[in-house]
């Protein structure tokens, strides 16, 4: 098959990787920048133009499309499906799991596990939406944020109420959230292939960082799921629409908690903490499905 990897950059380790396994299992793989990429409208004949030629004969794609061009990213993804080429991930799923906030109220109607959350219009009453999460410590997060970037523990109620007032004086949409004590300072993330678990992985923050992102000097280790998280993640990744997610979750004292799930996990961290090939997983799915 020819299988084409949307990725800006090809020397990324996940971009890499896939093509490394694609290849082993004697696939012709290619990288495509998906910000390079025309789209042409045409009646019954869309198509995408890359790099002066008309995109043809792909069989699928995977896209590892970046936060900031997700909006083009999942035009580009659109476009593939109207050639009825396979994706990985449908273009539809890729926008519902980059609202942050629109995937946290389709995973609560689920009935899955979340930390308490609250949203407003720049509401001045931010005492008040701190009582409805619990009160101090919250953690305030810029609904554009990724990989721990925009992500603030408020220890305080004065410290919250300080974040929440300068975010909203920037006109910025944040959500505040319950602070989970007991998970101190770690995370799970499940990577959910297929509607299979293929391989999960606990995330610790570094000292004195409540953050555990891997990009913000965390450490990840191999674990093994409980039935609850497993079944957790799967539900997760299946309500969203998503056959390949890195689904996020806390250890709390009420069961597993759903902080987010990223529709371009990273392979680097999971394959390094579960010694799993992850890449040769997500290339055996497009196997079983074109």
């Not at 990989?147 to 919250?160: D, H, I, P």
């Not at 992985?201 to 000292?207: F, L, N, S, T, W």
């Amino acid at each position: 098959m020819k299988i084409a990897i949307l990725s800006k950059n090809p020397k990324l380790y996940s971009t890499s990787r896939l093509v490394e396994a694609g290849k082993k299992r004697g696939h012709d793989m290619m990288v495509v920048d998906h910000s390079k990429c025309d789209i042409i409208i045409e009646k019954k004949n869309p198509h995408i133009i890359y790099q002066g030629k008309q995109l043809m004969g792909i069989d699928a794609v995977i896209p590892r499309i970046g936060s900031s061009i997700t909006f083009y990213g999942a035009a580009v993804v659109r476009q593939f499906e109207m050639m009825k080429v396979f994706t990985t991930v449908e273009s539809q799923a890729l926008v519902r799991s980059r609202d942050k906030l629109r995937s946290m109220q389709i995973l609560s109607r689920s009935g899955l596990g979340l930390p308490k959350t609250g949203f407003t219009n720049y509401s001045k009453d931010v005492n008040g939406l701190i009582n409805q999460v619990g009160g101090a410590p919250v953690v305030i997060k810029l609904l554009e944020g990724t990989q721990g970037v925009g992500v603030v523990l408020a220890e305080t109620r004065s410290a919250a109420e300080s974040v929440l007032e300068a975010f909203n004086g920037l006109k910025a949409r944040v959500i505040v959230q319950q602070f989970v004590k007991e998970s101190s300072g770690a995370d799970i993330r499940a990577f959910v292939v297929d509607n299979v678990v293929v391989g999960a992985m606990k995330r610790q923050g570094k000292d004195g960082e409540f953050r555990s992102n891997l990009h913000r000097g965390g450490t990840a280790s191999l674990i093994e799921l409980t039935e609850e998280e497993e079944n957790a993640a799967l539900k997760a990744a299946r309500v969203l629409g998503l056959s390949i997610a890195g689904v996020d979750m806390l250890q709390s004292n009420s069961g597993p908690m759903i902080m987010e799930v990223n529709s371009s996990p990273g392979l680097q961290g999971i394959e390094s903490a579960t010694k799993k090939d992850i890449a040769a997983s997500i290339i055996k799915f497009i196997e079983r499905s074109v």
